[in-house]
């Protein structure tokens, strides 16, 4: 039985977007892409590292975002996460931080809390060591 896929290699329709220069695996590839359906895979082949690396990813992640045409991406700081759900009748936002640190997020309108039942404004809202918070905000409203 053929095996397509052997350890150490891309598919054949995987592009190379970047080689490395130096490190440990020079001449590799920095990214691939491969298409699927109408959207895209990017594999990194390394991850960057220090502020310069994170600036690079940040900037990989907007590129790629709009690229599919994201419409909805929230200012938040290291350690918290934005998960948003959305049904008929309202959007949610998910709202963690996992890093024990505490953080914030931007909200881009006017929200409910779904916890504490709250309204809670647009703007800067902080987030305490691993808290969860639940945004509701109404679907009638124009998104970010």
Request: proline share 6%.
């Amino acid at each position: 039985m053929e095996r397509r896929n052997r350890p150490g290699r891309y598919p054949a329709e995987a592009k190379s977007v970047g080689t490395l220069i130096g490190g440990p695996s020079p001449g590799l590839s920095f990214l691939t892409e491969m298409k699927r359906g109408q959207g895209r895979i990017v594999l990194p082949g390394s991850l960057p590292a220090g502020d310069e690396g994170s600036e690079m990813l940040e900037r990989m992640l907007i590129h790629y975002g709009k690229e599919a045409n994201v419409t909805r991406m929230a200012e938040v700081t290291t350690g918290t996460i934005v998960a948003p759900r959305e049904s008929e009748t309202e959007e949610i936002w998910v709202i963690v931080n996992m890093n024990g640190e505490g953080g914030s997020v931007t909200l881009p309108r006017e929200g409910f809390d779904k916890l504490s039942g709250e309204r809670v404004a647009a703007g800067r809202m902080e987030v305490g060591c691993y808290e969860y918070r639940m945004i509701a905000f109404s679907s009638g409203s124009s998104k970010k």
